[in-house]
């Protein structure tokens, strides 16, 4: 059979950039001869020398097609020998698939861009070969965006793998991939550069393996069980009523009781100097009153109160004395078996010492500035991140926890009109999300999907961390504009991410099933095009790593209201 193609005879003026001056001028050079609307075909010839070198033609490499004044950016998919038999002697035909993905124009001023998608379609017997590493930098380039370094692109080490941090942040990311294969370093990797290059950035990791204290001994406070103070009067109603009757099925009653219960001791805490606070925070300090107790029709806000007062506090003992008044009525409003339930619940909690950190000291706090404060890190004293252990706490609260915690941080970045940004992240996202609407918790479910959906323009952001994407809820996932894909074995987890890219490239999520520890492929808004690349290797005192001494335990400090909101940007 003739040989369409020898490459050492081949002569094209586009010669690919040289790795050395020895380096001899054989490439991987073939033809286009077929093409359609996204794809073509190249024939090219491989020897039995040149099987090994690292010019050869492979999965997932970027060639370019000459067009003269324009190059055609593309990647392989798929190659195939087009003979059965392989030849010793003479070169072997083969045909590379490859999919476009932009070209390389030069302007006016000869200045050379990338863009994506193409203006001209290869004719057939276009030159096709290895693409350049100037046009492969220019393909990976952020243009007119700042980018950080977060590692280096596969197909040339050389080559750094750049994100846009504000792009990333204010459209939410997520990063997925099976277990072990770098999700939490790769995480810890990004937001080591986000802090770095967003000052006025907080960010709050939800950490269900508490793992994320050992990877910023630096960078990060941590907050456990013991250092943990979140008041009962800080959960909104539906979220305390999760944690009373979480583990047993409440009787008839016990849910409205309660309801009706924490209203009449919200009422009775009325103390002045609160009420002043609140309204100082609400009116001179702040155009929108920090509404941090919940809607305003809600029983966390008393009709008679102000909005400002959403964040009052109230007393479990008023809450045991309303239960006993109800009880003691002589015309029974509740039954009594459901109102000495419900009070033998709450007693409980309340005596329960893994439930210290709601009940234990919440009446010494007459504001949730002291609170904020500690969990969002005002002021910042240098460090930006808060790693949330949620492993510490009981298991049937971790829901109701993260709850006030996503709805406290939408509050306080848009309470602080920009003067502080806060980045929620979430470990094990599908936890708390679940595709499936029935299980997970509903108002953790709406905290996580107002950051989604509204936090961009106040300054609140979602990263979302999961080993199982097809089992985290679709809402969320699309609304993270950049996702890192890394490794994953499950088809209906592939099947997600397919779904989610939306550019030409659909072709480099064929690699996801087999990838390496550390790669990623990085698509959406921070990036400058789909790219697989690998993450930067990080020190071993910068990994996460589960049940590691390491971190500060954020102390507490006692601000008032206004000191707090006076250091928010600091
Ligand atoms: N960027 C990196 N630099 C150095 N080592 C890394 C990096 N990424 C991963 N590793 C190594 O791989 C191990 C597993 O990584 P990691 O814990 O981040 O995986 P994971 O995907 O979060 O796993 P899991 O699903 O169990 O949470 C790390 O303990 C570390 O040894
Ligand atoms: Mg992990």
Not at 189 to 207: E, Q, T, Y
């Amino acid at each position: 059979m003739q040989l369409p193609l020898k490459n050492a005879a081949f002569h094209t003026d586009v010669l690919p950039d040289r790795r050395d001056g020895h380096q001899p001028p054989e490439r991987a050079l073939g033809r286009v001869i077929a093409c359609d609307g996204s794809r073509a075909t190249i024939l090219s010839a491989v020897s039995t020398g040149n099987w090994l070198a690292g010019d050869a033609w492979a999965i997932g490499r970027m060639v370019s097609i000459n067009l003269g004044s324009s190059r055609i950016v593309a990647l392989v998919y798929k190659l195939q020998a087009v003979n059965d038999a392989w030849s010793e002697s003479e070169e072997n035909p083969i045909r590379v698939e490859v999919e476009f993905l932009g070209e390389v124009l030069e302007n006016a001023e000869g200045k050379l861009r990338f863009q994506s998608g193409i203006s001209t379609f290869p004719p057939i017997g276009a030159i096709a070969h290895r693409i350049r590493a100037g046009d492969l930098a220019l393909v990976h380039d952020l243009g007119d965006r700042s980018g950080v370094e977060i590692g280096h692109i596969t197909q040339d080490a050389s080559i750094p793998a750049t994100v846009s941090i504000p792009d990333m942040l204010s459209r939410h990311f997520a990063l997925v991939g099976t277990t072990g294969v770098g999700k939490s370093s790769a995480v810890s990797l990004l937001l080591r550069r986000a802090v770095a290059v967003r000052p006025r950035l907080r960010v709050l990791i939800l950490d269900p393996h508490n793992e994320y204290a050992s990877a910023f001994p630096d960078l990060a406070l941590t907050i456990d069980g013991e250092s943990l103070d979140l008041p009962f009067w800080m959960f909104k109603q539906d979220e305390l009523a999760d944690v009373v009757f979480r583990g047993r099925a409440p009787l008839e009653d016990e849910p409205d009781i309660l309801r009706e219960v924490v209203s009449a001791a919200r009422a009775r805490y009325r103390m002045p100097s609160s009420q002043d606070l609140a309204r100082d925070l609400g009116s001179s300090l702040l155009k929108r009153p920090l509404d941090l107790g919940g809607s305003r029709q809600s029983v966390d806000t008393p009709q008679q109160a102000g909005p400002a007062d959403a964040a009052t506090p109230y007393r479990i003992k008023d809450v045991f004395t309303v239960i006993d008044e109800l009880v003691g009525l002589h015309e029974q409003r509740w039954p009594r078996t459901a109102l000495r339930s419900l009070k033998v619940r709450v007693g409980s909690l309340h005596a329960d010492p893994r439930y210290r950190f709601m009940f234990g000291r919440a009446n010494m706090y007459e504001t949730v500035a002291p609170i904020l404060s500690q969990v969002f890190r005002i002021p910042m004293h240098g460090r930006p991140i808060t790693a949330f252990q949620l492993g510490g706490l009981p298991a049937e609260v971790v829901n109701a926890v993260a709850s006030v915690l996503s709805r406290l941080a939408f509050d306080l970045a848009s309470a602080s009109q920009g003067a502080c940004e806060i980045l929620v992240l979430c470990e094990e996202a599908h936890r708390y999300v679940p595709s499936d609407i029935s299980r997970g918790f509903a108002p953790t479910r709406q905290a996580l999907a107002r950051i989604a959906k509204e936090g961009r323009k106040y300054g609140a952001y979602l990263g979302i961390v999961t080993q199982r994407p097809g089992e985290l809820d679709p809402t969320i996932l699309s609304q993270c504009s950049t996702i890192f894909a890394m490794r994953l074995a499950n088809e209906r987890d592939q099947q997600i991410i397919r779904s989610a890219i939306s550019d030409a490239s659909a072709s480099t999520i064929n690699f996801l099933s087999s990838i390496g520890n550390r790669e990623a492929i990085a698509f959406g808004e921070g990036v400058a095009t789909t790219m697989r690349m690998r993450f930067a290797e990080l020190k071993p005192h910068e990994l996460p790593a589960m049940g590691a001494r390491g971190g500060e335990v954020a102390g507490r400090y006692e601000p008032t209201l206004d000191d707090m909101v006076r250091r928010m940007g600091t």
